[in-house]
């Protein structure tokens, strides 16, 4: 995992995953990027969801999920896609 991970690196791997695809962040990380306060899950939500993915925590990182968003015009989540980790 990279700890100098910036908002715009992981706007830019958001970005380039493809639909079911996975990455991975450090809790170190998310806590340098969105902070550890009780609007950080929200803060990390809306920019996962700006980027069609949703983010869901995990034992030591966070991990973003894109979605489908050509399935049906919905953000259904495709699966068993391949992941990939930073």
């Known amino acids: 995992m990279n700890e100098d991970l910036t908002l715009a690196e992981l ?23 969105f902070g550890i306060n009780e609007v950080a899950a929200a803060k990390a939500a809306q920019f996962a969801r ?3 993915c949703v983010s869901v925590p995990g034992e030591g990182s966070v991990y973003f999920r894109k979605s ?19």
């Not at 970005?15 to 990027?33: N, T």
């Not at 489908?68 to 930073?86: C, F, K, R, T």
């Open 68 to 86: 489908n968003s050509d399935a049906y015009g919905s953000a259904e989540l495709v699966q068993d896609a391949p992941s990939i980790s930073s």
């Open 50 to 52: 700006k980027h069609h």
């Open 11 to 33: 706007r830019s791997r958001l970005d380039r995953l493809g639909a079911g695809a996975v990455l991975r962040i450090s809790d170190h990380d998310y806590e340098r990027l």
